[in-house]
């Protein structure tokens, strides 16, 4: 498998170079990865509930 700088999965292991922020740049990336976080539930929570439904629906 090639690399692809597109590939999401990929671009989830990437690390930033965390000595090099300042405390508020650290602060401003946490809140990044919080809202990341949140959004990431967020989509979880709906396709749980949508094979939930479909569950439902066909008696799975």
Same mark, same amino acid.
């Given at each position: 498998m090639e690399d692809d700088p597109l590939d999401p999965r990929q671009r989830l292991t990437e690390t930033k170079p965390l000595d090099t922020f300042s405390? @508020?740049?650290? #602060? !401003?990336? #946490?809140? !990044?990865? !919080? @809202? @990341? #976080? @949140?959004?990431?539930?967020a989509m979880l929570d709906t396709k749980q509930a949508e094979i939930e439904g479909a569950h439902k629906l066909f008696n799975l």
């Open positions: 405390i @508020e740049e650290l #602060q !401003a990336y #946490q809140r !990044a990865l !919080a @809202e @990341e #976080q @949140e959004r990431v539930k």
